[in-house]
């Protein structure tokens, strides 16, 4: 939904000089998951899991093709490219950063 309110959006910003791009991160190694006492240690609790063995087979069971959670820097690099000179005509695109989990075209 936000991916369609974000295309509709640059369709008319586009010709007053502004640009509208979503970014959608997948399962990002923030302290939402690492932090022990956070939403990642709760899930690991109630799985019966350690909180370090949770965050090694996470990407495996939901299917991340690099094998691995996404940093924080890689979506903030990605939010500082886009609102660079050098994404100028990026309009209404829906950036993905999930490390390949999502399986869809």
């Known amino acids: ?6 295309k509709r959006l640059s369709e ?11 970014v959608s991160p997948g399962v990002v190694a923030s ?15 109630a799985s019966g899991l350690g909180h370090g063995d949770l965050l090694a087979g996470l990407p495996g069971q939901i299917g991340i093709a690099s094998g691995r959670l996404t940093e924080p820097a890689e ?15 990026i309009h209404g695109a829906d950036h993905v950063v999930d490390g390949g989990t999502l399986k869809t075209v």
Do not use: I, Q, Y
């Open 75 to 89: 979506v903030a690099d990605l939010v500082v490219f886009l609102l660079s000179d050098r994404a100028a005509d």
């Open 1 to 6: 939904m936000l991916t369609v309110f974000g």
């Open 12 to 22: 008319e910003l586009a010709p007053r000089g502004v640009r509208v791009n979503t």
């Open 31 to 45: 302290p939402l998951w690492t932090d022990p006492d956070g939403f990642g240690g709760k899930v690991a609790a």
